[in-house]
Nanobody, 128 residues
């Protein structure tokens, strides 16, 4: 089992940057596929980015591609989401999620229901 705690959210102006962090507790963090989801008010939760336990396979939603980058540091039990060129439409609560995976996995789960563990979320607000 793994516990997830997000940090790094806040208020930023359009065009600004933020880096979200998700600290995981648990001895086998490196064996989890990790993802960042987001949910804006009145909208469904959507996947922003995901990566395999090795970091060898990544996914970025079209809406964030070229602006957001997901990465992980298994030595620090932390996954990051670097967000650049932020837009008001990026305003949402951002959630870190984890799912146990095989070291050989290359296919990334893209649906929230496929992730077993979730953090409490961190608010990101982009002002125009």
């Amino acid at each position: 089992q793994v516990q997830l705690v997000e940090s790094g959210g806040g208020l930023v102006q359009t065009g600004g940057s933020l880096r979200l962090s998700c600290a995981a507790s648990g001895r086998t963090f490196s064996r989890y596929t990790m993802a960042w989801f987001r949910q804006a008010p009145g909208k469904e939760r959507e996947l922003a980015a995901a990566l395999t336990w090795s970091g060898g396979s990544t996914y970025h939603a079209d809406s964030v591609k070229g602006r957001f980058t997901i990465s992980r540091d298994n030595a620090k039990n932390t996954v990051y989401l670097q967000m650049n060129s932020l837009k008001p439409k990026d305003t949402a609560v951002y959630y870190c999620a984890a799912e146990p995976s095989s070291p050989l996995a290359t296919i990334l789960p893209l649906k929230g229901a496929q992730y077993r563990y979730w953090g409490q979320g961190t608010q990101v607000t982009v002002s125009s």
